[in-house]
């Protein structure tokens, strides 16, 4: 059993008997004496991928899902899906866009470090890194002298997926993204 103060983004806990992936966490602290804290968290169900919205107390719990991470690669899109492939028995399988809408704009071909979410032998999500490096194919002339200044420009990234970057940043230069929250992190090494 895991307390709603101990609840973290993507951990997975069983809501109403199903596995769910805690997407977001909002704490309200009460502004009265003996008043509980809540912890409002969006989640999402891994087997019918619908949303839900529950709050918690601090002293409530859920019980945390049993499942087994395993490392995948992601292969490539066609218009049937997404197609992966289990690093370790090289089994594939597939996934709709419709399913991974939001990690589609990070993904590219033959991507390593992916983790697939594995509840009695079907895998039912999978799961991005933290951080990826994407090419800019598309953004506006970079400024010189402007790297001091914390003004931005939208760039296109291989993906198709738009950022904001900053203003002296220019095509061709490889990005730092964060998966969770679609910022640019820096450059990449």
């Not at 996934?95 to 032998?121: C, H, I, K, S, W």
């Not at 931005?152 to 993204?177: C, F, W, Y």
């Amino acid at each position: 059993m895991v307390p709603a103060k101990d609840f973290k983004r993507r951990m997975v806990v069983e809501i109403d008997g199903s596995p769910h992936m805690i997407e977001q966490i909002h704490v309200q602290t009460p502004s009265a004496r003996g008043a509980a804290t809540l912890y409002k968290i969006k989640a999402r169900n891994l087997k019918t991928k619908s949303r839900v919205e529950k709050a918690y107390r601090g002293t409530d719990a859920l019980n945390e899902s049993s499942f087994e991470r395993r490392p995948v690669q992601f292969l490539y899109r066609d218009p049937d899906g997404c197609h992966f492939m289990d690093s370790a028995d090289f089994n594939q399988f597939s996934f709709t866009t419709d399913d991974l809408r939001d990690q589609l704009p990070y993904m590219t071909e033959n991507m390593e470090g992916v983790e697939a979410l594995v509840v009695d032998d079907e895998v039912i999500a999978v799961e991005l890194p933290d951080t990826v490096d994407l090419l800019i194919v598309e953004t506006a002339p970079g400024v010189r002298g402007n790297s001091a200044t914390g003004r931005t420009k939208p760039a296109t990234l291989a993906t198709g997926h738009v950022i904001q970057v900053p203003e002296h940043l220019e095509q061709g230069v490889t990005v730092r993204v964060d998966t969770r929250t679609g910022e640019y992190l820096g450059r990449a090494n």
